[in-house]
């Protein structure tokens, strides 16, 4: 067996190579920013309160006839989308670091930067100088220090280390962790998880959105891409599926992590249970049926993206690969059998075309013939768990530390 410790930097970003469809990305609107005048340096505490901000004393000195003080790089603008500037080697505070960019997504940037303070490296999350993701930044610290109150072993969700506002952006600094599951399968050409491994990223899993559900904390966007693997090493071991005489160099090995260990991250989407559950929620492929029908969320939204996850792992591609609402319930019906009545007969005014005659309007409703191909093409749920325990078989003990 081939012992090879991988890159440290697993990008959390969507390339060309992607085999399942993904969600467009959403419009987010400019709002008037403040004269760099009066946009200066906030400090927040350590896990501290994340209602106080605190100017820092540097604020006033921060530039002199445009040459930065303390370290700090010169004032850059933000991009059209608001994301912040920034080049490799740039001090973010006199504290960080900039030592590379791990990723980007819909609410900003995640940079790897040292930690000159604890002497270690860490992941920052920059959020983008927009009104609405800074709201949900907010929203993201108060959630994080709830479970850090609850979680003194830090071993369900990633751990915040502090947090402050940088030139209008939301800057969360969190511990370092390895690839998302997502990007493991991608690196790994989206080959599957040995079933046994699956079991245990499941358990970790329930675990984690349980605990979260004891303190009335409802995730609402459960996905690969939420979840990262603890470490980034991983084993290479021959993939006998592949013929060794395949183009691809390397395409007859597949890789495994060495570590099983799971955390759970982005917590921007992450409400209370007492809150309002009448609007959209979760990334498509994993959203649970009540959401689309416009019934109502709660917990059980997790547990279904949960379902979908699991599907995904063992057999390398997203159960439910759409982006129409009809032929996503339908693939739905297709897997599962047929939506419940008591369901169907109390969706929303925006989902009654969805329906007719007390069922749902499939195939007569589709968009097109290749709709109606992609419905039929899935397999029942129990013989897509029955192929992947026969395709995962490969036992878990001789590769997991």
Known sequence: MEMECPPTEFPHTTHMMDRRPRKRPRLGWDVPQLPKAQIGMFCGQDVGNVTSYAPSDHTSSLFVKGVARNGSPPWRDDDKDGHYMFALGDNLTSRYKIHSKMGEGTFGQVLECWDRERKEFVAIKIV?????????????????QQLAKHDKSGARCVQI????????????????????????????????????????LGRQLLECVAFMHDLRLIHTDLKPENILLVSPDYVKIPDYKVSPRSPKDGAYFKRLPKSSAIKVIDFGSTTYEHQDHSYIVSTRHYRA??????????????????????????????????????????????????LPQHMLKRVDRHAEKYVRRGRLDWPEGATSRESIKAVTKLPRLQVSVHLCSHVCSLPLSSFVL
């Not at 209008?168 to 998880?193: Q, W």
């Not at 699991?310 to 599962?336: D, I, K, P, Y």
């Open 161 to 200: 280390r502090n947090w402050f506002d940088y030139r209008n952006h939301i800057c969360i600094v969190f511990e370092k962790l390895g690839p998302s599951l997502y990007d493991f399968l991608r690196k790994n050409n989206y080959r599957s998880f040995p079933i046994d491994l699956v079991r245990e």
């Open 289 to 338: 049926p009540e959401v689309i029908l416009g019934l109502g969320w709660s917990y059980s939204c997790d547990v279904w993206s949960i379902g979908c996850i699991l599907v995904e792992l063992c057999s390398g591609e997203a159960l439910f690969q759409t982006h129409e609402n009809l032929e996503h319930l339908a693939m739905m019906e297709r897997v599962l059998g047929p």
């Open 128 to 144: 983008r100088g927009i009104k609405k993701y800074r709201e949900a930044a907010m929203i993201e610290i108060d959630v994080l």
